[in-house]
């Protein structure tokens, strides 16, 4: 399955054409991904949120709802809409339906990457991608970000959601150590202070990579 889907990454990168910069942003579920990219975004890069591509585009796809529905009826409402909190029982519980839907999700999500990043060519990029190490996509981007966080504060953002803790736990355990991501990155951000903080880090960041080229 990984092998799979980072062939078709590679496949895609290989037609777009060039870019400035491309920042793959990943962390921890948790972490804070989503507050840096917003920063990264304010900085002046485009920003995309593979989560929202995954939750408005793909999961609303027909084809792909008519895969979900096959294997788990369940989780489809009268109204056709994937649950989400349903599915996710289902993949965090069982590795491979978990592996299932990522060989389902995760090609329509690098297609949409191609489809956005064409739109700008000669812009700097930030992604969102959640999976970038455990998806072995790290030598797709010029550099890697991974945001981190304690996991109490991170359990606890989690459970801010609404997430039990038992549930939360089961969907980390789920996902590469933060440990191993942090030494697989680039880069490293710490979210475990203030969203100014944080926001500062972004910045020097970016400064520090404009100044380079």
């Not at 579920?29 to 975004?41: D, L, V």
């Not at 966080?149 to 039990?164: C, K, V």
Request: charged share 25%; aromatic share 8%; net charge negative.
């Amino acid at each position: 399955m990984i092998c799979g889907n980072l062939a078709q990454a590679q496949s895609l990168i290989a037609f777009i054409p060039y870019y400035q910069m491309i920042l793959g942003l990943t962390g921890s579920m948790g972490g804070g991904k989503s507050t840096a990219a917003r920063f990264f975004e304010e900085a002046g890069l485009r920003r995309i949120d593979s989560d929202r591509i995954v939750r408005e585009e793909v999961l609303t796809d027909p084809v792909v709802v008519a895969r979900i529905a096959d294997r788990f009826p369940d989780v489809i409402a009268g109204d056709q809409q994937v649950c989400r909190q349903q599915l996710a029982r289902h993949v965090f519980s069982n590795d491979i339906d978990r592996v299932w839907l990522e060989e389902l999700v995760l090609p329509q999500v690098y297609e949409r990457w191609r489809v956005e990043l064409s739109s700008a060519p000669a812009a700097d990029w930030v992604i969102e991608a959640p999976l970038l190490f455990e998806q072995g996509l790290e030598n797709w981007f010029d550099f890697t970000v991974c945001v981190a966080t304690s996991s109490a504060n991170q359990l606890a953002r989690l459970i801010e959601r609404g997430i039990p803790q038992s549930l939360a736990e089961q969907r980390i355990s789920k996902q590469l150590p933060l440990a191993q991501k942090l030494e697989k990155a680039d880069f490293v951000i710490s979210n475990d202070g203030t969203p100014e903080a944080l926001r500062m880090q972004v910045n020097h960041l970016v400064n520090r990579l404009s100044g380079a080229r």
